[in-house]
Nanobody
């Protein structure tokens, strides 16, 4: 069983930055495929960024070059550094952990990011 707790959300002006953190409990974090998703107001949840156990990353086209996902296995934490934020980045951001070879995954409770002047 894995529990995920996101933090770091808040209100930021356009062009600003935020760093989201997702702290995981439980064992074997280092082998999990980790990801960030977001759900804008009135829209469906969408993929933002993912990182493998080996550190390979992939990003949604809408945030490429502005967001960076990283992980610290010793701290069992995954990060999302968000730069040059835009109003359309406003959403609830969720952390996801997927154990390899399994059909289930885990979700955090979400953290609100609001980009507004």
């Amino acid at each position: 069983q894995v529990q995920l707790v996101e933090s770091g959300g808040g209100l930021v002006q356009p062009g600003g930055s935020l760093r989201l953190s997702c702290a995981a409990s439980g064992s074997a974090f280092d082998i999990y495929f980790m990801g960030w998703y977001r759900q804008p107001p009135g829209k469906q949840r969408e993929s933002v960024a993912h990182i493998t156990s080996g550190g390979s990353t992939n990003y949604a086209n809408s945030i490429k070059g502005r967001f960076t996902i990283s992980r610290d296995n010793a701290k069992k934490t995954v990060y999302l550094q968000m730069n040059t934020l835009k109003p359309e980045d406003t959403a609830v951001y969720y952390c996801n952990a997927a154990p390899p070879g399994r059909s289930y995954d885990y979700w955090g409770q979400g953290t609100q990011v609001t980009v507004s002047s």
